[in-house]
């Protein structure tokens, strides 16, 4: 009886084990199958800096669950590519400038996994503010359309490939003359749209200038070719969105095609076209967008 009492108790414990064993299957099963049915995926996104400023540039680094296409990141209804990053990751590059409202800014990413919206609290920033009188003839001066439409090809250019690598150095030696996000009235109207598009600076007729970073020479604009407002002109492509353009040059010594070394010489500093005195204005781009160059020259934008 012993005997046969043991072999029961196997018998039961076997019963309760495969019972156990088909749950444990059916469970899987379903997690599976919810799994399929849903996204479960979703984007670890970063956000650097984390407090922003108006100005600042925001870097969106987006690390996807599973290998994909690159994600999208939207805001305020304009959506900026991502670029892919060594380990699965990918980033965007948002601008922002005195034009933006301060307060909640809202990002959205979105791609093959599971949308996520984030927000940003972008901070307020008081530029100086600059009261000019125009005489008639001053006011007058305009840029041509070939000018306009040269400038506006550099700053909608996306090369797919990084050229500018650690923070940017200084592109001339020369003392910082004017700031960037200047804002202004002229004679007494409070030009809604403007603001220092980039940072002056000041050292005299030509004074080295020199590229903040690698990059394609893509634009060589002279005075006599129409760049009446800008005067002579550099602009670099520093890819992925970010461009440089340099004005005011009284020399230039790169043609376009070239490809210049952070620290190279490629012009002098002049007083050509809308420029009260000697001096370089250095504008950088974002995504079209003239951000503030500082944060760029202090810290690494990956
Ligand atoms: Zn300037």
Redesign the pocket.
């Known amino acids: 009886m012993k005997v046969f009492s043991n072999l029961q108790s196997i018998w039961v414990n076997s019963g309760r084990q495969w019972r156990q064993g088909f749950l444990g299957i059916v469970a899987i099963a379903l997690i599976t199958l919810v799994a399929t049915l849903r996204p479960a995926h979703a984007y670890e996104v970063q956000i650097t800096p984390t407090s922003p400023q108006l100005g600042d540039t925001l870097s969106v680094l987006v690390q996807p669950a599973r290998t994909g296409p690159s994600p999208v990141v939207t805001v305020k209804g304009q959506s900026y590519p991502t670029y892919a990053l060594p380990g699965n990751r990918f980033r965007a590059l948002v601008p922002t400038s005195p034009l933006d409202q301060p307060g909640r800014l809202t990002l959205q990413v979105s791609g093959q996994e599971e949308t996520r919206n984030l927000a940003v609290e972008l901070r307020n920033r008081s530029f100086p503010v600059q009261r000019i009188t125009l005489s008639p003839s001053r006011a007058g001066l305009e840029g041509t359309d070939y000018e306009f439409g040269r400038m506006d090809e550099l700053k909608a250019l996306r090369t797919p490939t990084k050229f500018w690598n650690g923070p940017m150095s200084r592109p001339n030696r020369g003392r910082v003359s004017?700031e960037y996000g200047i804002r202004r009235y002229y004679n007494g109207e409070f030009a809604q749209d403007y603001y220092?598009?980039?940072?002056?600076y000041a050292d005299g007729t030509g004074s080295p200038i020199l590229a903040p970073a690698a990059g394609r020479i893509v634009l060589v604009g002279r005075v006599q070719d129409g760049f009446t407002l800008n005067g002579n002109t550099i602009g670099i492509d520093h890819g992925q969105g970010v461009a440089s353009v340099m004005?005011?040059l009284s020399r230039i010594d790169v043609r376009e095609g070239d490809f210049v070394q952070p620290g190279q010489q490629i012009g002098a500093m002049g007083d050509t076209g809308f420029a009260t005195g000697p001096?370089l204005?250095?504008?950088l781009y974002v995504n079209g967008v003239s951000v503030d160059p500082v944060p760029w020259r202090n810290s690494s934008i990956e």
Do not use: T, Y
């Open positions: 004017s220092h598009r980039g940072v002056d004005i005011h001096n204005h250095w504008g």
